[in-house]
């Protein structure tokens, strides 16, 4: 239930809050601040009431039915006759990302205080109800559910952008929202295909995550299935050849947007690789992995790079998001505990870390009017503690030990080199221009000699609050990523664990399984349900013929393995063919 | 014909016999507000009646008529629309035209006329149904008549929707000559004792030049911008959705009836005109400035969507055409809606440029009109996104991947021009200039063009569209139930598509 009122409290804010500004301007900030903060201390009670039980057991397998994962679960018929419905449930990593989600909630409504002054109640609308789709996404169990949520951040996002941006908005929430709504109706094409191929190999129609783990289809058509999410998220991630969109939207967007865009929404497509694409996928994320790799060592490469080239101090921040969400992509399909688990450090110590660069580059900006760093040069002066945090976070941004992100980038590493060696060695040019674009940051703006004499004030006590509790939280996470890791740890190695025990199971019900294409097996008349049960029964006898595969397996000695595998796939073979004759 | 006959057939009369009494009415005594409230009683009787009437059902009316629950909530979509039309028009005639009474007969008529072509089940019923619809609309689309683009394009309607009528009689005279019925039912048996020959299928075709026409699809579209920009904003509403949901309630069972999945041209043919329908549609959206002539090119790409789930075939195609055009009226009398409250005197509020900044002047208006286009953009929480997800499923369950990918292609690109009158009604106000050139010539300050204020009655159906809008995106469970059942009479006569004509689908 409480995954329920998180996102109703919400919602209820955002009204209100809208409603509220007829009346007063500053209503709105002080419902919606309340709103999240109730929100975020409901789950921060939440998390403690976890913690002080034992988390699930570890080494879970996710399959169909296994409901020990969750720490909480909701289940509500929505729209029965497709078998969609409301289902949210909370496993270690979504309950890390909403609690990531609601403390940069209680941020951003924070630093957008004095920053808008315009249509202050509809902002504070849009504001929430962001944070409320972003919880959706992170405990969202139900595909048809997902996608929901999915799109539905999207639109108050674009409000957002298009609305209180700066100077090119326009172009920036266009470009961010086609790029975004298109890739995701990729994904809703993928969930729809594999909604019907779940239903027609067993019958039940459902959109529910839980089921839909294990389905068995053929190899090519798994990869294309899961195209479709992979777009998607890497879309949103974003991976280099989609990150096209980012640097606009992130620099036109308010202060509170961009926090929000880098902190939050990216971390949504992350997300997604790892609750979705691989447990979904296993033997199709198998095969897309090197691919993926690549793909993301030449965005933590190129990410620095462009970032190192930036003038305009937002755009240079949204460009490290490229290079940073390489590690998360190199991470993901490393396929190892140990670089999923740094994937998930990663994901919330981006968060904090570019969030407060973000929070930075909005405070100068509203205090200079420019972000261009050609202009800036030995603020230190003038705004100490604006630089003294701004050092904190560039460092963190750069890896150094004793922040999260050190934490983060090193587990990254590590889990990557045993995948693949070549490319890990590959990303770790990266950390070296991740260094040079920070210190970049420093030495531009902070340090060096004044170009221009501003006459500007220092972080106030608002804007300390805010950047006190992010180093807090950064340290935390550097000094203590137990606490953290602790808590995702079954959820990832579930996630492992599926994948891996495809791919002991998968090579033989995969040359199985392509012998039955769905046509080739129906005759003239086109009674349906004959033809179902008839494919029902081919996957029941494959099932059965891996189980006592595996059994087999596991009592036979290794070297004894070969002969068996040969005899028992000839027989299998046998099998299906008899199958079809039928 | 039996008392219970003639009963079933409470609602057609209903409507036939307040067309008369307006008639008399008028000539009695002329009166504005006494005539909307006779038509508002005659639409609310018969729609009243079809609840009465559903104890007697199915029943087939002699060869011509077949009454079932299929039949039933098609005349309900329509009588529904029409009479939120008869509510945008009063206000919107108030102020223009000196003749308003007889305006409400030729509704009355129209949607006697969509009503009739959704029940029918014989040629004759199907032709004298178009007929009764087309004539009053060639009225109605030209009812305005000191305004010269509304003429044209009463005109344009004229002619084009009677050399479409021509095709049609040419069609089914081919279709008689070859298997000497024109009952549906009929039809299909012949069909399927003795197969198809070549002339029974160009008569199809020639049909489909006709069915074609009045649901504006590509390549029989090219009325559709102009007709749409000169008529007036209510009576584009009602081409736009009654006139729409009585030719495709017909075209469906027809097609079922005849089991016309059984041929592959058939299918190919649509495959064609719904991929069409979708570029054009949305490809010429892209370019245009006047909102009308957007709404209407988008009507064109979602009748092309429409049909590709059409193209499924089987209880899921019927049930999710069903479903995406009780979203596509509810979102399209929304947004025709919008734009005839919005309409001054002078002109209709059709320039993009009548919409800058209109959030912060009417902010309710404004998020009503964003709500529906997101939903014309298929966005989750609208109707429109639960009625795209049912089409998507249909064809993705038979397998139709070419015509899915490209609805999504297009998806996406109808997001950018939807997209472009949001942005437009959000501009701040800071940015907006005070005198605006319109596409007219005339400069003209972006206030006294547009209504002062929405009257009551446009508010009111306004609302009731947006509450159910939500209601269908949010809680479809329900409806979708009710369209399930409803349809199942013509459902359970649906055979799944011939194995042969998926694979020549792309399948």
């Known amino acids: 239930m409480i995954l329920f009122w998180l996102i ?25 601040l309340v709103a999240v903060l109730i929100d975020f201390l409901a789950a921060a009670s939440f998390w403690i009431k976890i913690a002080s039980f034992n988390y699930p057991a570890a080494g879970n397998t996710l399959i169909a039915g296994n409901k020990g994962l969750w720490f909480t679960e909701l289940n509500w018929m929505w729209i029965p006759s497709f078998g969609i419905s409301f289902h949210l449930a909370s496993d270690g990593l979504s309950l890390l990302l909403v609690m990531l989600t609601l403390f940069i909630g209680v941020l951003s409504v924070l630093i957008s205080w004095n920053e808008i002054q315009y249509k202050v109640g509809f902002f504070y609308f849009n504001l929430l109800w962001i944070l409320a789709g972003i919880i959706g996404v992170f405990t969202a169990i139900d595909l048809f559910l997902f996608y929901f949520f999915w799109e539905v951040m999207l639109i108050p996002m674009y409000f957002l952008i298009g609305i209180w941006g700066s100077k090119n908005r326009i172009y920036a929430s266009f470009k961010f929202f086609i790029f975004t709504q298109s890739s995701g109706l990729l994904m809703f094409l993928s969930i729809l ?7 027609k190999a067993t019958g039940v129609y459902t959109f529910d995550y839980m089921q839909l783990i294990g389905t068995k289809m053929a190899p090519n058509v798994a990869m294309w299935l899961m195209a479709g999410f992979v777009i998607a998220f890497i879309v949103k991630l974003p991976a280099v050849p989609f990150h096209n969109w980012l640097p606009d939207a992130h620099t036109e967007a308010p202060t509170a947007g961009s926090v929000i865009l880098a902190a939050l929404m990216l971390k949504t497509g992350a997300y997604g690789l790892i609750r979705f694409v691989l ?35 937002k755009r240079l921040v949204a460009y490290t998001s490229v290079n940073h ?16 688990q740094g994937v998930v450090m990663q994901m919330l110590c981006h968060g904090i870390s570019t969030g407060a660069l973000f929070i930075i580059v909005g405070a100068l900006y509203g205090r200079i009017h420019t972000r261009d760093i050609e202009q800036m040069g030995g603020l230190w002066d003038k705004v100490p503690r604006m630089g003294s945090m701004a050092m904190v976070f560039a460092l963190a941004s750069l890896g150094l030990p004793g922040l999260g992100n050190f934490i983060a980038e090193f587990l990254v590493l590590a889990g990557a080199y045993q995948a693949s060696n070549w490319t890990t060695a590959i990303s770790t040019i990266g950390l070296v221009l991740s260094t040079m674009y920070s210190l970049r940051i420093m030495a531009k703006v902070f340090l060096g000699k004044p170009r221009k004499t501003w006459t500007l004030e220092d972080l106030n006590l608002r804007e300390m609050i805010v950047m006190g509790s992010l180093t807090i939280v950064i340290l935390w996470l550097g000094l203590f990523p137990n606490h953290v890791l602790y808590v995702s740890r079954a959820s990832i190695q579930s996630v492992v664990n599926t994948v891996n025990a495809s791919s002991t199971a998968a090579g ?3 040359t199985l399984l392509q012998d039955l294409p769905l046509d080739k097996t129906e005759k003239k008349n086109d009674d349906i349900s004959l033809k179902q049960k008839d494919r029902q029964k081919e996957q029941i006898k494959i099932e059965e013929q891996i189980k006592t595969e595996e059994q087999l397996r596991t009592e036979q000695q290794i070297k004894a393995e070969e002969p068996i595998k040969t005899e028992e796939y000839m027989k299998s073979e046998e099998h299906t063919k008899g199958g079809i004759r039928q | 014909m039996t008392t219970e006959g003639l009963f079933s057939l409470l609602p057609l009369f209903l409507l036939s016999g307040f067309a008369v009494i307006l ?59 029409s009479s939120a039309v008869a509510v945008l ?34 040629f004759i019923s199907f032709f004298l149904g178009l007929e009764i619809l087309s004539v009053s609309l060639y009225t109605m689309i030209s009812y305005l008549r000191d305004r010269l683009e509304s003429v044209e394009a009463g005109l344009k309607y004229l002619v084009l929707a009677a050399a479409s009528s021509a095709f049609l009689l040419f069609g089914m005279a081919l279709v008689y000559a070859s298997t000497g019925t024109m009952e549906f039912a009929r039809i299909s048996e012949s069909l399927s004792a003795n197969g198809v020959n070549a002339l029974t299928l160009s008569g199809f075709a020639m049909m489909v030049i006709a069915v074609g026409f009045k649901l504006a699809l590509a390549p029989f579209h090219m009325w559709t911008p102009d007709v749409y920009q000169g008529a007036p904003a209510p009576v584009t509403a009602f081409v736009a959705t009654v006139s729409k949901a009585g030719m495709f309630g017909l075209w469906l069972r027809f097609f079922v009836m005849i089991n016309g999945y059984r041929y592959g041209s058939l299918l190919i043919l649509f495959t064609v005109i719904s991929i069409a329908s979708m570029f054009t549609g949305n490809f010429l959206a892209l370019m245009q400035n006047n909102v009308k002539r957007i709404l209407a090119y988008s009507s064109i790409a979602h009748l092309g969507y429409l049909f590709v789930a059409f193209l499924a075939g089987g209880k899921l195609a019927i049930e999710a055409t069903t479903f995406y055009l009780v979203a596509y009226i509810i979102t399209s009398l929304g947004t025709f809606g919008i734009v005839t409250v919005l309409s001054g005197k002078m002109r209709d509020a059709e320039d993009i440029e009548d919409y800058r900044g209109l959030y912060w002047r009417r902010p309710l208006v404004a998020t009503v009109f964003t709500a529906m ?13 639960i009625g795209k997800f049912y089409l998507v499923s249909a064809a993705v369950n038979s397998w139709l991947w070419l015509p899915v990918i490209i609805l999504v292609i297009n998806s996406a690109i109808s997001v950018y021009y939807y997209l472009r009158i949001i942005v437009v009604m959000y501009r701040r106000i800071d940015e907006v200039t005070p005198a605006v050139e319109t596409t007219t010539g005339t400069l003209a300050t972006v206030g006294p063009v547009m209504q002062p204020s929405i009257s009551l009655g446009g508010g009111l159906v306004l609302a009731v569209l947006t509450l159910a809008l939500i209601w269908v995106g949010v809680f479809p469970g329900n409806i979708i139930q009710f369209i399930k059942d409803m349809v199942s009479s013509l459902s359970s006569a649906a055979m799944p598509m011939h194995t042969a004509q998926k694979i020549m689908l792309f399948r």
Not at chain 1, 279 to 290: G, H, K, Q, S, V
Not at chain 2, 101 to 116: D, N, P, V
Not at chain 2, 373 to 385: D, K, N, V
């Open chain 1, 193 to 199: 295909g594999l909604f019907f191929l779940h239903g």
């Open chain 1, 8 to 32: 109703v409290i919400l919602m209820a804010g955002s009204f209100l809050a809208w409603l509220s500004s007829r009346w007063s301007s500053v209503a709105p900030k002080w419902i919606a």
């Open chain 2, 373 to 385: 286009l997101m939903s014309l953009a298929g966005i989750p929480l609208t109707a429109g996104f």
């Open chain 2, 23 to 81: 008639m008399l009415l008028i000539a009695i005594y002329r009166d504005h507000n006494l005539t909307f409230w006779f038509t508002l009683a005659g639409f609310t009787a018969s729609f009243a009646s079809l609840f009465f009437i559903q104890a007697v059902l199915p029943r087939q009316i002699v060869p011509i008529l077949i009454i079932d629950n299929y039949a039933l909530l098609y005349w309900g979509m329509i009588i529904l629309a």
């Open chain 1, 279 to 313: 447990p979904l996928f296993p033997d199709a994320a198998r095969t897309f992995a090197p691919a993926a790799m690549i793909l993301g060592a030449i965005g933590i490469i190129y990410g620095a790079v462009l970032a190192f080239a930036q003038t305009d101090f």
């Open chain 1, 508 to 510: 033989q019900a995969n």
């Open chain 2, 89 to 122: 028009s009063y206000n919107y005639l108030k102020e223009h035209e000196e003749q308003k009474e007889e305006y409400y007969i030729l509704l009355m008529t129209a949607t006697l006329g969509a009503c009739t072509m959704s029940s029918a089940s014989h």
């Open chain 1, 325 to 340: 969400m390489g590690f998360v992509l190199l991470g993901v399909f490393a396929l190892n505990e140990m670089a999923l």
